[in-house]
T-cell receptor, first 119, second 113 residues
Framework: GAVVSQHPSWVICKSGTSVKIECRSL??????MFWYRQFPKQSLMLMAT?????????EQGVEKDKFLINHASLTLSTLTVTSAHPEDSSFYIC???????????????FGQGTRLTVV | GDSVTQMEGPVTLSEEAFLTINCTYT??????LFWYVQYPGEGLQLLLK???ADDKGSNKGFEATYRKETTSFHLEKGSVQVSDSAVYFC????????????WGAGTKLIIKP
């Protein structure tokens, strides 16, 4: 069964509104979660690293005021796209890095993704 | 920094053909290597992985061997099916990348009946 639940799976919103995407780790605690964005026919682009209890670390070129990340608990991270515009339309995917001993072999688990369409 | 290079797609094959999707990597440490698959309209799923040199990951008829001497992790399948049509991503993770996944660009695979 799924170990990461991402919600909603798709959303259509009007330009200027905000959209919140949730990423829940179902089977384990995760201090670290990642948010990716995928453009059509391209690979995943890491947007930010979400750390429980502290500020997210954003990749270069990603507007932190536009893409708000909150990681309030060890099982939930949220990404809010504020004042969305059509160019924000994309596929957003979260991944969860389980807290385990011996992190050399840790693998990440992915949510199902959220298709955001801004009209 | 770490990087992953995989062959460009799309790759188009007939059903029951042999598949190879090349993946090479650059890393300063000893990464774990992964293949992820994205079926149409779905999220990413881990297909297989290998955590040390000479390890072979396998799943659903797919295999990939961690070759440190050639820094490669090529994906192979002996007989593909239409249902294998998807986008395949090679990725690595290691201490130097703070365990973030470093991704290849993805290879779209199209299998024709």
């Amino acid at each position: 069964g799924a170990v990461v639940s991402q919600h909603p799976s798709w959303v259509i919103c009007k330009s200027g509104t905000s959209v919140k995407i949730e990423c829940r780790s179902l089977d384990f605690q995760a201090t670290t979660m990642f948010w990716y964005r995928q453009f059509p026919k391209q690979s995943l682009m890491l947007m930010a690293t979400s750390n429980e209890g502290s500020k997210a670390t954003y990749e270069q070129g990603v507007e932190k005021d536009k893409f708000l990340i909150n990681h309030a608990s060890l099982t939930l991270s949220t990404l809010t796209v504020t004042s969305a515009h059509p160019e924000d339309s994309s596929f957003y995917i979260c991944s969860v890095l389980p807290d385990r001993l011996g992190r050399m072999n840790t693998e990440a688990f992915f949510g199902q993704g959220t298709r955001l369409t801004v009209v | 920094g770490d990087s992953v290079t995989q062959m460009e797609g799309p790759v188009t094959l007939s059903e029951e053909a042999f598949l190879t999707i090349n993946c090479t990597y650059t890393a300063t440490g000893y990464p774990s290597l992964f293949w992820y698959v994205q079926y149409p309209g779905e999220g990413l799923q881990l297909l297989l992985k290998a955590t040390k040199a000479d390890d072979k990951g396998s799943n659903k008829g797919f295999e990939a061997t961690y070759r440190k001497e050639t820094t490669s992790f090529h994906l192979e399948k002996g007989s593909v099916q239409v249902s294998d049509s998807a986008v395949y991503f090679c990725a690595l993770s290691d201490l130097d990348s703070n365990y973030q996944l470093i991704w290849g660009a993805g290879t779209k695979l199209i299998i024709k009946p």
